[in-house]
């Protein structure tokens, strides 16, 4: 993969101003967030909010004591302070205070089943069982489903055997091997929890505690089990059932997302350790699911999406759990029900066993019709069972179930490879509640946003009612189980700090709100180009072209001058038309013929062209032709009736980016980067999405400064073709090159090197300490030789949490009710054995706002008095991460969490849609079948 230059990704930030829509958008419109109207702010307010002394005194202590220790090798870094700069302000937390029963303890059993079930599903089926014994019914038994049970007692039992057909009317013809099962127990662990409560009210508090992890992991399960007693109507998602949805209650907890999915509202819980507490995290959350339902409707759903692709389809539908409609009802968990099966696949042409010279199914194509499957049917009448004759999927559900209309859709095997059982999807209804784990559509992205879009008071409302009733907070369900929880969130300290004011050219601009505009004013450094540049339209061969561009693309060209770039004026607009049936050979055909033409830059605004369109011409164009590009959608471009200038300016920023101008920097530089001798880094690393091929590559993606300015952050992106393995070498690598970088710029290595690492979880800050952080110190000392190393702060940056805060007061609100931006959380629901702290940058223009989480791993940086003289780390830090959220150049707004994070975020996104690019030519494209997927 070829270095990507020049500040990441061109996503922006959620705007979608560089993205094309969705191929075929026929159907269903964007869903609408149904449901009560709005609540009114005042729910969240409180008269005299206080944050909890104690564990404020707790803290203050804690920071005293950790100023007697010293740094540990391989240790993580201890707070050194709390911050003290900005606006005090009281928030509540979305957590709630939890007490366990001291007179009990918890008991964590290893469970080994014999034999290993041969479908891992069963595992469910088996655990259910488990749970109906009546030691565990009193034991207050938990499973995770998989190999643990915690209880509150211990349990006198070594092992049981577990018959998971018997309480079926009909049993399932399974062998003995297939449905009894001896499940063997082994205690692995006492958990006593007082003991690790004591150690969090002490100020000399490590991290982490003895047994901590195995305390969260039982907490965590307990608080699935009242869920779980309403099997029937909430549905559990996620390792340790974190998430839980009502699936009795559709018009205001789900939203069709099209393309087959809808989306569902729900909560998630997690118990988290904070200074002298043990909190549960309770927040809304919402995940993709399989549109439940008759069967041909999800199948309809795709089709009106993303076409006749049966290979998709295929893979899509695989493992969906269905009821099957047209066999008896048995007994399934105590109630009677149609019988279910997972969906192995669309009828395929290999189907059956290749062993078998006779007898396997007859499959015309992939997905083929009822009328074009056949199995063979044996006549009972003969006793060798050989004799019988071939007979389609139509003929026989027409004479066995007088069904002789089937709809003309692809058959369903809902057996296996080996020995497949076909069904129409006529039979076929898909159960509710089930996540869908594939990578999203755009537009599905979009709807998503689109009804998971609430404010502040609407979250804390369905928090304090929804939320906690379904977790058993009301009403104390969880009591049985050890715990009892507050009945109100936490409050918690916090504080305002201000926005840095920024510096165009030869003027200065204060934002507020997090926000500014850019009229009347320069780009701090416009990009000045010489070379051969165009307009392009790419089209669907079928979509209907505007009628009179040239006024738009004037006003463009205008608009780029008016803001500082100094271009030639752009070649004669062109349009070009991509047939459906050779999109890849006609965007590599542009894209080479632009190149040959002496094309250094183009703007491609893009009608009709879907996302793998879309990243096919990114990964030609960037890496593969080194054509310097810019992508604009038709109906953004020139949707309105006259030019959009705030449209055209926004575009401009990533124009001017591009080219290599600056478009706004700081005017007060924070002190550790002043003297230009502090090369602030973002790093990132993801792994292959669900469903990605096999090819698809682990990447590493890097980003940095050359300047005290942060206006540029040219990057690099390397893949691990072994996906995981070797990963802290990439970023070895990685680190080199940013290091040779600054050198040629400065002529001289950086003093100090602040690193933002994201996309980390908390089970693996041992890897990040002890993998990752050596890899990039052997990289600075490759590059540093004989010369003194420079000091080092690693900082991870999280942003998918569940911590949300809500304001206590009117004048703490912006205008859609969140915190005002800038509101930064360091006590209550931090640990003081770890520095971290949760920053809100970002002004949202709609929705709730979601803090980013900073956690220091190791650092000489900000508590170095030589590089940081005055004397507060965690102020110097907390300014510094919240003044670089207002350089991200490509919008006029502060963003969520820190540029260099962010961008490097963007460009591993960006490689990563090279990667699949890549991989998608590398297949042959989806045949054309004559049989239609639906009519």
């Given at each position: 993969?070829?270095?990507?230059?020049?500040?990441?990704?061109?996503?922006?930030?959620?705007?979608?101003?560089?993205?094309?829509?969705?191929?075929?958008?026929?159907?269903?419109?964007?869903?609408?967030?149904?449901?009560?109207?709005?609540?009114?702010?005042?729910?969240?307010?409180?008269?005299?909010?206080?944050?909890?002394?104690?564990?404020?005194?707790?803290?203050?202590?804690?920071?005293?004591?950790?100023?007697?220790?010293?740094?540990?090798?391989?240790?993580?870094?201890?707070?050194?302070?709390?911050?003290?700069?900005?606006?005090?302000?009281?928030?509540?937390?979305?957590?709630?205070?939890?007490?366990?029963?001291?007179?009990?303890?918890?008991?964590?059993?290893?469970?080994?089943?014999?034999?290993?079930?041969?479908?891992?599903?069963?595992?469910?089926?088996?655990?259910?069982?488990?749970?109906?014994?009546?030691?565990?019914?009193?034991?207050?038994?938990?499973?995770?489903?998989?190999?643990?049970?915690?209880?509150?007692?211990?349990?006198?039992?070594?092992?049981?055997?577990?018959?998971?057909?018997?309480?079926?009317?009909?049993?399932?013809?399974?062998?003995?091997?297939?449905?009894?099962?001896?499940?063997?127990?082994?205690?692995?662990?006492?958990?006593?929890?007082?003991?690790?409560?004591?150690?969090?009210?002490?100020?000399?508090?490590?991290?982490?505690?003895?047994?901590?992890?195995?305390?969260?992991?039982?907490?965590?399960?307990?608080?699935?089990?009242?869920?779980?007693?309403?099997?029937?109507?909430?549905?559990?998602?996620?390792?340790?059932?974190?998430?839980?949805?009502?699936?009795?209650?559709?018009?205001?907890?789900?939203?069709?997302?099209?393309?087959?999915?809808?989306?569902?509202?729900?909560?998630?819980?997690?118990?988290?350790?904070?200074?002298?507490?043990?909190?549960?995290?309770?927040?809304?959350?919402?995940?993709?699911?399989?549109?439940?339902?008759?069967?041909?409707?999800?199948?309809?759903?795709?089709?009106?999406?993303?076409?006749?692709?049966?290979?998709?389809?295929?893979?899509?539908?695989?493992?969906?759990?269905?009821?099957?409609?047209?066999?008896?009802?048995?007994?399934?968990?105590?109630?009677?029900?149609?019988?279910?099966?997972?969906?192995?696949?669309?009828?395929?042409?290999?189907?059956?066993?290749?062993?078998?010279?006779?007898?396997?199914?007859?499959?015309?194509?992939?997905?083929?019709?009822?009328?074009?499957?056949?199995?063979?049917?044996?006549?009972?009448?003969?006793?060798?069972?050989?004799?019988?004759?071939?007979?389609?999927?139509?003929?026989?559900?027409?004479?066995?179930?007088?069904?002789?209309?089937?709809?003309?859709?692809?058959?369903?095997?809902?057996?296996?490879?080996?020995?497949?059982?076909?069904?129409?999807?006529?039979?076929?209804?898909?159960?509710?509640?089930?996540p869908y784990g594939g990578e999203l559509a755009t537009s599905q992205r979009q709807q998503i946003i689109r009804f998971s879009c609430r404010r502040p008071p609407d979250n804390f409302k369905s928090i304090m009612e929804d939320g906690r009733k379904i977790v058993g907070i009301i009403n104390d369900q969880t009591i049985p189980y050890g715990m009892r929880m507050a009945k109100d969130m936490v409050v918690v300290p916090g504080r305002i700090l201000q926005a840095p004011t920024l510096l165009y050219k030869g003027k200065t601009m204060q934002p507020r709100?997090?926000?500014?505009?850019?009229?009347?004013?320069?780009?701090?450094?416009?990009?000045?180009?010489?070379?051969?540049?165009?307009?392009?339209?790419?089209?669907?061969?079928?979509?209907?072209?505007?009628?009179?561009?040239?006024?738009?693309?004037?006003?463009?060209?205008?608009?780029?001058?008016?803001?500082?770039?100094?271009?030639?004026?752009?070649?004669?607009?062109?349009?070009?038309?991509?047939?459906?049936?050779?999109?890849?050979?006609?965007?590599?055909?542009?894209?080479?013929?632009?190149?040959?033409?002496?094309?250094?830059?183009?703007?491609?605004?893009?009608?009709?062209?879907?996302?793998?369109?879309?990243?096919?011409?990114?990964?030609?164009?960037?890496?593969?032709?080194?054509?310097?590009?810019?992508?604009?959608?038709?109906?953004?471009?020139?949707?309105?009736?006259?030019?959009?200038?705030?449209?055209?300016?926004?575009?401009?920023?990533?124009?001017?980016?591009?080219?290599?101008?600056?478009?706004?920097?700081?005017?007060?530089?924070?002190?550790?980067?002043?003297?230009?001798?502090?090369?602030?880094?973002?790093?990132?690393?993801?792994?292959?999405?669900?469903?990605?091929?096999?090819?698809?590559?682990?990447?590493?993606?890097?980003?940095?400064?050359?300047?005290?300015?942060?206006?540029?952050?040219?990057?690099?992106?390397?893949?691990?073709?072994?996906?995981?393995?070797?990963?802290?070498?990439?970023?070895?690598?990685?680190?080199?090159?940013?290091?040779?970088?600054?050198?040629?710029?400065?002529?001289?290595?950086?003093?100090?090197?602040?690193?933002?690492?994201?996309?980390?979880?908390?089970?693996?800050?041992?890897?990040?300490?002890?993998?990752?952080?050596?890899?990039?110190?052997?990289?600075?000392?490759?590059?540093?030789?004989?010369?003194?190393?420079?000091?080092?702060?690693?900082?991870?940056?999280?942003?998918?949490?569940?911590?949300?805060?809500?304001?206590?007061?009117?004048?703490?609100?912006?205008?859609?009710?969140?915190?005002?931006?800038?509101?930064?959380?360091?006590?209550?629901?931090?640990?003081?054995?770890?520095?971290?702290?949760?920053?809100?940058?970002?002004?949202?223009?709609?929705?709730?706002?979601?803090?980013?989480?900073?956690?220091?791993?190791?650092?000489?940086?900000?508590?170095?008095?030589?590089?940081?003289?005055?004397?507060?780390?965690?102020?110097?830090?907390?300014?510094?991460?919240?003044?670089?959220?207002?350089?991200?150049?490509?919008?006029?707004?502060?963003?969520?969490?820190?540029?260099?994070?962010?961008?490097?975020?963007?460009?591993?996104?960006?490689?990563?849609?090279?990667?699949?690019?890549?991989?998608?030519?590398?297949?042959?494209?989806?045949?054309?079948?004559?049989?239609?997927?639906?009519?």
């Amino acid at each position: 993969m070829s270095a990507h230059r020049g500040g990441g990704s061109e996503r922006g930030r959620g705007y979608g101003d560089d993205r094309p829509h969705q191929g075929s958008q026929r159907g269903r419109g964007p869903p609408q967030s149904r449901g009560p109207p709005s609540t009114d702010a005042s729910v969240m307010f409180m008269e005299r909010p206080q944050a909890p002394a104690n564990v404020i005194n707790l803290e203050d202590q804690a920071v005293k004591h950790n100023a007697t220790l010293k740094t540990q090798p391989n240790a993580i870094e201890r707070r050194p302070d709390y911050g003290t700069v900005g606006q005090p302000i009281h928030l509540r937390a979305n957590f709630f205070n939890m007490e366990l029963n001291k007179s009990i303890k918890f008991y964590c059993y290893r469970v080994d089943i014999e034999p290993t079930p041969k479908i891992p599903r069963l595992m469910k089926d088996i655990h259910l069982e488990l749970l109906k014994e009546d030691r565990m019914v009193k034991s207050h038994a938990m499973t995770d489903f998989m190999h643990e049970i915690f209880t509150v007692k211990e349990i006198d039992m070594t092992h049981v055997m577990v018959d998971i057909d018997k309480d079926k009317k009909k049993k399932s013809g399974r062998s003995n091997a297939d449905h009894v099962f001896k499940c063997a127990f082994k205690l692995v662990a006492v958990i006593d929890h007082t003991k690790i409560l004591a150690s969090l009210r002490q100020p000399s508090s490590k991290y982490p505690i003895e047994q901590e992890n195995i305390l969260i992991r039982a907490l965590n399960i307990m608080m699935s089990a009242y869920p779980f007693t309403d099997r029937e109507n909430v549905k559990t998602i996620g390792k340790g059932a974190t998430k839980f949805f009502r699936i009795d209650d559709r018009r205001n907890n789900f939203a069709p997302l099209t393309g087959g999915l809808e989306c569902g509202r729900g909560f998630f819980s997690s118990v988290r350790l904070a200074a002298g507490n043990i909190l549960l995290n309770l927040n809304v959350c919402h995940n993709s699911m399989f549109l439940s339902g008759a069967f041909k409707a999800c199948t309809d759903d795709f089709v009106r999406v993303f076409g006749e692709d049966r290979p998709g389809f295929n893979k899509f539908v695989r493992g969906v759990r269905v009821e099957l409609t047209h066999l008896p009802k048995e007994m399934i968990d105590g109630k009677m029900r149609y019988p279910q099966k997972h969906v192995w696949g669309l009828a395929n042409p290999t189907d059956g066993d290749p062993q078998k010279k006779e007898g396997n199914p007859r499959v015309k194509r992939l997905g083929s019709s009822p009328e074009n499957v056949q199995f063979f049917e044996v006549d009972r009448s003969d006793a060798s069972g050989k004799k019988g004759k071939y007979v389609s999927v139509a003929e026989y559900f027409g004479r066995k179930y007088n069904m002789r209309r089937l709809a003309t859709v692809p058959v369903l095997n809902v057996g296996s490879n080996l020995k497949p059982q076909y069904v129409p999807q006529d039979v076929a209804v898909i159960l509710p509640g089930q996540p869908y784990g594939g990578e999203l559509a755009t537009s599905q992205r979009q709807q998503i946003i689109r009804f998971s879009c609430r404010r502040p008071p609407d979250n804390f409302k369905s928090i304090m009612e929804d939320g906690r009733k379904i977790v058993g907070i009301i009403n104390d369900q969880t009591i049985p189980y050890g715990m009892r929880m507050a009945k109100d969130m936490v409050v918690v300290p916090g504080r305002i700090l201000q926005a840095p004011t920024l510096l165009y050219k030869g003027k200065t601009m204060q934002p507020r709100d997090g926000s500014w505009n850019l009229r009347g004013e320069k780009f701090n450094r416009g990009a000045t180009f010489n070379g051969r540049w165009g307009y392009f339209t790419l089209h669907d061969e079928n979509a209907r072209l505007f009628p009179n561009v040239q006024p738009y693309l004037d006003a463009f060209t205008n608009k780029l001058k008016e803001l500082g770039l100094q271009m030639p004026r752009p070649d004669q607009y062109r349009t070009i038309p991509i047939r459906r049936g050779y999109w890849r050979l006609d965007i590599e055909s542009f894209v080479q013929n632009a190149q040959k033409n002496g094309y250094k830059f183009a703007v491609l605004i893009l009608n009709g062209l879907d996302d793998k369109a879309f990243n096919f011409l990114k990964w030609k164009a960037d890496s593969g032709y080194g054509l310097l590009n810019h992508c604009c959608r038709s109906d953004k471009f020139h949707g309105k009736p006259q030019p959009d200038h705030q449209y055209m300016a926004n575009n401009a920023m990533k124009v001017n980016l591009k080219l290599g101008g600056t478009c706004q920097t700081l005017q007060n530089v924070p002190k550790v980067l002043a003297n230009g001798k502090t090369m602030v880094v973002g790093l990132d690393v993801t792994h292959p999405p669900p469903g990605a091929a096999a090819s698809h590559p682990s990447l590493g993606a890097i980003v940095a400064n050359t300047n005290k300015d942060l206006g540029q952050w040219p990057g690099a992106v390397e893949a691990n073709p072994s996906r995981v393995e070797n990963m802290a070498k990439l970023l070895h690598s990685l680190m080199g090159g940013r290091l040779q970088r600054w050198r040629k710029e400065n002529n001289a290595l950086p003093e100090n090197i602040i690193i933002f690492r994201d996309g980390v979880s908390e089970g693996q800050y041992d890897h990040i300490l002890n993998q990752e952080l050596p890899e990039i110190r052997n990289a600075i000392r490759e590059n540093y030789g004989d010369q003194q190393l420079p000091r080092i702060s690693l900082i991870l940056v999280t942003k998918r949490h569940h911590v949300r805060f809500y304001p206590t007061r009117q004048s703490d609100c912006d205008r859609t009710n969140n915190p005002k931006n800038g509101a930064i959380v360091d006590r209550v629901v931090t640990r003081p054995a770890l520095w971290d702290f949760y920053l809100q940058a970002q002004a949202p223009l709609q929705g709730s706002a979601r803090p980013a989480h900073y956690i220091v791993m190791w650092d000489n940086v900000f508590t170095n008095k030589l590089a940081n003289t005055t004397g507060r780390p965690s102020d110097t830090l907390q300014e510094l991460t919240h003044h670089i959220c207002y350089v991200m150049g490509r919008c006029t707004r502060s963003i969520s969490y820190c540029t260099p994070a962010f961008l490097a975020d963007r460009l591993c996104d960006r490689a990563g849609k090279f990667a699949s690019a890549f991989n998608l030519q590398e297949r042959e494209d989806p045949p054309w079948y004559s049989e239609r997927i639906t009519r």
